[in-house]
């Protein structure tokens, strides 16, 4: 397939990479919360903030690893109250993306972070899949939830967090597995797995962000993960590599979240182009746009600009985020005929 792609002039893959169709597979919806919104909504919760103002609470945005970040992350969330504000938010990153022309988002969220707070799974779920609804309407984007587990805190939990969402069953379409990765290995939530995949839910893990490849071994040995959220670190372990390249497992890469989190420090050093080259199915996306400095076309941009990557990894990209996805093939089908399209329309003849 990828041979009838037509030549694109260096000069257009800028924008090819901004209007090219595109899905975005890994997005924390409570990552998405700019600081403005932040202010916003503490306003309307009367929440008090230990920041004084948008300025001071961005100046925090300096992060040392990823511990450092979602101690802020969380604290940000806590404005998070009601069904209106899960809404809000939800729909201002689906505008922003189809803005970035994502054609569909499968959106994690941390029920564990809201109701911790006394917040009802209700809440939360039912806030976020109204705006995933109006968003297909009003912005011409699909998305869908994938709920995901805090995997520093306890099996148990995530046990019971399961079943306070099984009677919204319908509004997620699988599980995940975030947070402080280095000492909580997939193998914790590995009976936890196995009940949501007797469920029929669909399974993902952040695995080797951080962590190492063995890590990544266990998501999909232990967990039987379908894709791996990150996975950059698999570059240390050749068999490893071979495994996911041979089986087509989806990795969804972040690179300016790597950047941020001091993976990668310095985007030069990304290893995007070489999990690519070396055959993987990556994919870019956002993670947490607010606190890493761009929603999903920066992250094309800055990490194309850094490692010289050209118009067949675009391509690559693309189809990757497409195909990876858990949408029905009709859509990934229509997908793919626009990503041609939007090759066409870029092609160095025009
Ligand atoms: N890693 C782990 N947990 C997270 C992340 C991440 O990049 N973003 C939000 N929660
Ligand atoms: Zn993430």
């Given at each position: 397939?990828?041979?009838?792609?037509?030549?694109?002039?260096?000069?257009?893959?800028?924008a090819?990479?901004?209007?090219?169709?595109?899905?975005?597979?890994?997005?924390?919806?409570?990552?998405?919360?700019?600081?403005?919104?932040?202010?916003?909504?503490?306003r309307?919760?009367?929440?008090?903030?230990?920041?004084?103002?948008?300025?001071?609470?961005?100046?925090?945005?300096?992060?040392?690893?990823?511990?450092?970040?979602?101690?802020?992350?969380?604290?940000?969330?806590?404005?998070?109250?009601?069904?209106?504000?899960?809404?809000?938010?939800?729909?201002?990153?689906?505008?922003?993306?189809?803005?970035?022309?994502?054609?569909?988002?499968?959106?994690?969220?941390?029920?564990?972070?809201?109701?911790?707070?006394?917040?009802?799974?209700?809440?939360?779920?039912?806030?976020?899949?109204?705006?995933?609804?109006?968003?297909?309407?009003?912005?011409?984007?699909?998305?869908?939830?994938?709920?995901?587990?805090?995997?520093?805190?306890?099996?148990?939990?995530?046990?019971?967090?399961?079943?306070?969402?099984?009677?919204?069953?319908?509004?997620?379409?699988g599980?995940?597995?975030?947070?402080?990765?280095?000492?909580?290995?997939?193998?914790?939530?590995?009976?936890?797995?196995?009940?949501?995949?007797?469920?029929?839910?669909?399974?993902?893990?952040h695995?080797g962000?951080?962590?190492?490849?063995?890590?990544?071994?266990?998501?999909?040995?232990?967990?039987?993960?379908?894709?791996?959220?990150?996975?950059?670190?698999?570059?240390?372990?050749?068999?490893?590599?071979?495994?996911?390249?041979?089986?087509?497992?989806?990795?969804?890469?972040?690179?300016?979240?790597?950047?941020?989190?001091?993976?990668?420090?310095d985007?030069?050093?990304h290893?995007?182009?070489?999990?690519?080259?070396?055959?993987?199915a990556?994919?870019?996306?956002?993670?947490?746009?607010?606190?890493?400095?761009?929603y999903?076309?920066?992250?094309?941009?800055?990490?194309?600009?850094?490692?010289?990557?050209?118009?067949?990894?675009?391509?690559?990209?693309?189809?990757?985020?497409?195909?990876?996805?858990?949408a029905?093939?009709?859509?990934?089908?229509?997908?793919?005929?626009?990503?041609?399209?939007?090759?066409?329309?870029?092609?160095?003849?025009?």
């Open positions: 397939m990828t041979h009838t792609l037509p030549a694109i002039a260096p000069g257009r893959l800028p090819l990479l901004a209007a090219m169709p595109k899905a975005e597979l890994h997005i924390h919806i409570e990552g998405s919360l700019e600081p403005e919104m932040v202010f916003a909504l503490a309307r919760n009367g929440v008090a903030l230990p920041w004084a103002s948008v300025q001071e609470l961005r100046r925090a945005y300096a992060f040392t690893d990823l511990q450092s970040f979602l101690d802020l992350y969380y604290q940000g969330a806590a404005v998070l109250r009601t069904e209106e504000d899960f809404y809000d938010l939800a729909l201002a990153y689906l505008a922003r993306a189809a803005m970035d022309n994502v054609v569909h988002a499968e959106i994690f969220f941390d029920p564990q972070t809201h109701t911790a707070r006394g917040v009802a799974m209700d809440t939360v779920v039912r806030g976020l899949a109204r705006a995933c609804m109006d968003a297909r309407q009003r912005h011409g984007i699909g998305a869908t939830l994938i709920l995901s587990f805090l995997r520093h805190l306890s099996e148990r939990e995530a046990f019971e967090t399961l079943e306070q969402a099984l009677p919204l069953r319908e509004h997620f379409i599980v995940g597995l975030d947070s402080s990765e280095l000492g909580h290995p997939p193998e914790k939530f590995e009976r936890v797995f196995r009940r949501c995949r007797e469920l029929g839910l669909h399974l993902v893990a695995a962000e951080e962590g190492p490849p063995a890590y990544i071994w266990q998501a999909l040995d232990l967990l039987h993960a379908e894709r791996i959220d990150h996975g950059v670190q698999a570059v240390h372990d050749a068999a490893l590599v071979r495994r996911l390249a041979s089986e087509r497992i989806p990795l969804t890469v972040c690179p300016l979240s790597n950047q941020k989190l001091q993976v990668f420090p985007l030069r050093q290893n995007l182009k070489a999990l690519l080259d070396a055959g993987l990556a994919t870019a996306n956002s993670d947490d746009p607010a606190y890493f400095g761009g999903l076309n920066e992250n094309l941009r800055q990490v194309f600009d850094a490692t010289g990557m050209g118009a067949r990894h675009a391509w690559q990209l693309a189809h990757h985020s497409f195909e990876a996805s858990f029905p093939a009709a859509d990934k089908a229509r997908w793919n005929e626009l990503l041609l399209d939007a090759f066409e329309r870029h092609a160095a003849s025009r």
